[in-house]
């Protein structure tokens, strides 16, 4: 028997509910490699699976968290055995699949990537699908002409997880970095990661009035969607990229084209989800290059399994700072 979060929900009331629980092998889904989990992480979704559920979850008894890192326990795919030091994000796994937040998982070889060398399961899960993201947004940035000597970039959400790592990455790279945030209280924090300048949320956060501005960013890492966005749009530098991540601000585009058509704006979309096995392989292999250790160190936040329906609730209200990473032992 091991430790699990299980989500459970009330036939009658429709209301979830989480808890640690022991569970046993057999209990399991189906799968090729069995893992023994070592650390997991928050997400933005896994406060929707550890709570209400957002619709992305579809069946209960379900056990959240959508990323983990640990070793192999027992392997039916020839790519894996015993002992490998494995990374799995994405592929809808602590969503429509049983997740990270247990002692054991078991899942499809296709979903794992082995461990880059110079990254242990604790710094893997410290990036998480959140850090992750974040270098997929800066690859696809700098696929699209993004060089340190085209101007400031922009990181929106910077003291959330995206934002956090992408600051880091960005910084090491040896870009400026204005990051936006709406917690002032961040302000030394965002700085330690490499932050040049802090841009006030309010600063940007109001509607489009006048679809261009002055060409302020080079390139921008985008968590947040919304308004936000929209305005971000206008202000790029002429055939500058955005990097649309996320949505914590909302999932509408308040936007006009003005900004594609007359200064060749490129809107990147990422997503870590689906991202093909080769891509997921080069960005994990930056991220064990490209980000400094010290400077993940500084994001992480440490947590347990019955931390995290607290956990859960806080970030969807935005209030996690950084990286929580979860010893589920
Ligand atoms: P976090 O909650 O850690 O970070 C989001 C940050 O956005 C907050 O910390 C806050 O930053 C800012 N923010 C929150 N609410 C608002 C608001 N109403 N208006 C403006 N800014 C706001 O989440 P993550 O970093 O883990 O994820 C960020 C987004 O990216 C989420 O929407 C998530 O779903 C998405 N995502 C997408 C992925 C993909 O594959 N495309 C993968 C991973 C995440 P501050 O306090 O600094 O202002």
């Known amino acids: 028997m091991f430790k699990a979060l299980v989500v459970e929900k009330d036939a009658e009331t429709g209301k979830t509910a989480a808890a640690v629980k022991e569970i046993g092998v057999e209990d399991l889904p189906e799968g090729e490699v069995l893992v023994a989990v070592d650390y997991s992480t928050v997400n933005y979704k896994d406060g929707l699976c550890v709570g209400p559920g957002g619709g992305l979850v579809r069946n209960y008894p379900h056990v959240p968290g959508i990323d983990f890192a640990g070793v192999v326990e027992e392997s039916l795919d020839s790519r894996y055995k015993a002992g490998d030091k494995v990374v799995l994000t994405g592929w809808r796994v602590g969503e429509a699949h049983w997740g990270g937040y247990a002692q054991k ?16 399961t604790r710094q893997a899960m410290a990036v998480g699908t959140a850090g992750f993201t974040a270098m997929l947004a800066v690859m696809a940035l700098e696929d699209h002409g993004l060089r340190p000597e085209k101007g400031e970039v922009l990181v929106t959400g910077a003291a959330g997880g995206v934002g956090s790592v992408a600051t880091a990455i960005l910084s090491a790279l040896g870009y400026d970095v204005a990051a936006v945030t709406g917690r002032p209280e961040t302000e030394d924090y965002l700085k330690s990661l490499g932050a040049t300048r802090i841009v006030a949320r309010e600063e940007i956060a109001e509607t489009v009035k006048r679809p261009l501005e002055a060409e302020t960013w080079a390139g921008c890492v985008d968590a947040v969607g919304g308004a936000m966005l929209a305005r971000v749009l206008g202000q790029m530098k002429y055939g500058a990229s955005v990097a649309a991540v996320g949505l914590a601000g909302g999932a509408a585009l308040p936007a006009t084209v003005v900004p594609f058509l007359l200064r060749g704006v490129n809107l990147l979309g990422i997503d870590s989800v689906m991202q093909p096995y080769d891509n997921r392989l080069r960005a994990w292999e930056r991220v064990a290059r490209d980000l400094p250790m010290d400077k993940l160190e500084a994001m992480v936040q440490p947590a347990t ?8 609730a806080d970030i969807l209200k935005g209030q996690v700072k950084g990286r929580v990473v979860v010893d589920v032992n």
């Open 105 to 120: 998982a078991r899942v499809k070889a296709d979903w794992l990537v082995p461990l880059p060398e110079g990254l242990d």
């Open 305 to 312: 399994l019955s931390d995290l329906p607290g956990l859960g």
